[in-house]
């Protein structure tokens, strides 16, 4: 078995949305309606949708609850990496929690994506 797809609910799937294209290098499959649906994928095939809350099941995201409840992972190749997209997202002014550092065996930074979405960015040796 293999995992098909991550859907989060957001507020705002257009900024979510444009955030991982530009900082994350993901690739935009489809989009429904203006604000509706976003289906991203990365170079593994993994599907990300981008969506907003739906009222049958809850119909909450991060920014609406004011917690985050979880996080998503990206992973890259070199220490080098981390820091240029560190300083990518720094000059984007983008939302960052703290700067790379040395964290269970490996070099790795949190920031946030619009909707309050929690990214860990890290190399790991």
Known sequence: MRLNHLDLHVPDVAATRDFLIEHF??????????DGLAILNDDAGLELVISR???????????STAVATYHIGFILPSRGEVDALYAQLVA?????????????????????????????VGFRP
Request: proline content about 6%; overall charge neutral.
């Open 53 to 63: 809350p739906v009222a049958k099941f809850g119909g909450a995201d991060q920014v």
């Open 92 to 120: 984007a002014d983008a939302a960052i929690w703290n700067a790379p550092r040395a964290m269970r065996g490996g070099w790795v930074f949190y920031c946030f994506a619009p909707g309050r979405i929690l990214i860990e």
């Open 25 to 34: 290098g993901l690739a935009e499959i489809e989009m429904r309606g203006a």
